[in-house]
């Protein structure tokens, strides 16, 4: 039989034998309309909240583009025994939503560390630099000076508010890193990673400005050797050599940061035992550093010694939400966009469940009248949803209908990254491959040793006060402003002082400046393609 004629028998096939899978309450119009009648009455009822925010709930899930929020709702439904498109996830109840354009200035696709400059300083830059503007050039200290641009972070510990870090990535990462740090390199996770020639122009590394630059009252994720001197042992792996201390200036910047906190309760700690002793009500500072780099994914964290994201933002919100002026609390889920680079879908998609549980302990722990809580993602990846695989088939599974050569593929895939099979022109065949395993890595199209990134406009969900502002599609750094306004916190407080007239600004720019910006462009990307082939992994 012809390719073409098995194709379309195939497809009938699937059609005539996927309908089974319907619920049977489904097959009645009613049940549809009067869901939809149901969600249309909650629309016309909702008013909005124009208080201001005392607190700020800011989840960002890394590398968490509509894709994998879509293929995360699947599966969440599915480990509880549901077929799992029709899920809600906690996400799902936030009433507004809009989108963010996440490129750089130098970049179409952007890297973690432009894009939370973008959502926390309120100013977008460029692809591998934290807190300063476009005007800072990648790698160069000098560039730096002068062009530093702080975080709603910092705005919100300014107007007397507590403020914490959350991820389960490295205290140092990207996105954390860019509410306190400001530096040319997203790289210069401790002053062992500088060139010589950045310490000498005066520049510091990421973790001792974890310590210098604000006074962050709660810090949670990994990190632990990069601020510990140079072979000094891990407690938790002794015998491992690359667990051990990095800096050259042979500081502890624990001992440090404890020292800083004299006449306060603080508390370090870095394992599951003495993080659970620590009393929220009774807390000033925390410092919880659970693994040298970056925690464990979710799917293999050891619950004796690690606790859970949905743990860490508990701890986190108790502690800080005792202040009677409020919080502001970043919470990331960034190992979403790691398991992505090395395309295992399996790893990002529970990364992500787990994600949305530590929002509905969120939620649960604060009242949405004074909370304004927002959810989005920084950017996304080249992950497609494909296929035609029945409802309720898992997620994680293959399209019941099969390619041109008669081999199967699985729902997800990648655009790119080290899952490309292809050998002398033929797929693998994965009949009898288990595609639902942690250490399955999906197959993509272009061979590459760690997927990219990719440039579609990512989600952005919004409740509690002026929530409403969250709408329509936006530049990604139109985020840090309106949570600013929201919380009267920053520069703009026309909020809590009952204003709505603009603050004009007179800043005016040549008409000339796009042109210009367009014919030194080619000269640019020339200069970087170089410097692009070294870059292995941007996350």
């Known amino acids: 039989m012809e390719p073409s004629k098995v194709s379309m028998l195939a497809l009938f096939l699937l059609v005539v034998f996927g309908t089974t899978a319907a619920k049977v309450e489904e097959e009645n119009p009613e049940f549809w309309r009067s869901q939809a009648k149901k969600t249309l009455q909650t629309a016309l009822n909702r008013k909005h909240n124009t208080n201001v925010a005392k607190n700020i709930l800011f989840f960002l899930g890394d590398g968490m583009g509509i894709t994998t929020y879509t293929a995360a709702r699947i599966l969440k439904g599915q480990l509880q025994n549901h077929t799992g498109e029709e899920t809600v996830m906690t996400m799902d109840t936030f009433p507004y939503v809009g989108l963010a354009k996440t490129y750089s200035v130098d970049f179409q696709i952007p890297d973690s560390a432009a894009t939370a400059t973008a959502y926390l300083c309120g100013v977008k830059t460029n692809l591998n630099t934290i807190g300063v503007s476009a005007a800072a050039r990648n790698g160069v200290c000098k560039s730096q000076k002068g062009n530093e641009v702080t975080s709603i972070l910092k705005w919100a510990k300014d107007a007397g508010k507590s403020v914490g870090i959350v991820t389960t990535t490295r205290v140092q990462h990207a996105t954390p890193a860019t509410s306190y740090a400001h530096s040319a390199s997203r790289k210069w996770y401790s002053d062992a990673d500088m060139p010589a020639a950045a310490k000498r122009d005066g520049c510091t590394d990421i973790a001792s400005q974890l310590l210098n630059n604000t006074d962050i009252d709660v810090i949670i994720g990994g990190g632990r050797k990069y601020m510990t001197p140079r072979g000094t042992k891990d407690p938790e792996y002794p015998k491992d050599y690359s667990s051990r201390g990095k800096r050259q200036d042979k500081r502890n910047l624990i001992s440090e940061w404890l020292n800083k906190k004299t006449g306060k309760v603080a508390h370090y700690v870095w394992n599951k035992t003495d993080f659970d002793a620590v009393n929220p009500e009774t807390t000033d500072y925390l410092m919880a550093l659970f693994e040298p ?10 619950p004796s010694m690690d606790p859970s994201i949905i743990e860490t933002t508990e701890k986190a919100v108790r502690i800080l939400r005792k202040n009677p ?25 529970h990364e992500t469940v787990a994600f949305d549980n530590a929002i509905a302990k969120g939620l649960e722990l604060t009242n949405e009248e004074e909370t304004l809580t927002i959810v989005m993602a920084d950017h996304s990846h080249p992950i497609t949803f494909n296929g035609y695989p029945f409802r309720g088939q898992s997620i994680l599974g293959k399209s019941p209908l099969w390619a041109k050569d008669m081999l199967p593929y699985t729902t997800l895939m990648y655009g790119n990254g080290p899952g490309h099979k292809i050998i002398n022109g033929t797929r693998p065949d994965i009949r009898n491959v288990d595609t639902k395993t942690e250490e399955y890595v999906q197959l993509s199209a272009v061979p590459t040793a760690s997927a990219t990134h990719s440039g579609e406009d990512v989600a952005v969900l919004a409740r509690g006060p002026m929530a409403h502002l969250f709408h329509g599609i936006q530049e990604q750094n139109y985020i840090a402003h309106a949570m600013a306004y929201a919380a009267c916190v920053g520069e703009d407080l026309r909020h809590c002082r009952g204003q709505t007239t603009p603050v004009f600004d007179h800043t005016t720019f040549d008409n000339n400046s796009a042109g210009e910006a367009q014919s030194s462009a080619a000269l640019i990307s020339c200069l970087l393609s170089g410097a692009l082939l070294a870059l292995h992994v941007l996350m």
């Open 293 to 302: 780099g970056d925690l464990r994914y979710e799917a293999q964290r050891d």
């Open 325 to 349: 002026q409020g919080f502001f609390l970043l919470v990331e889920g960034g190992r979403i966009d790691q398991a992505h680079h090395d395309g295992r879908a399996y790893m990002a998609l």
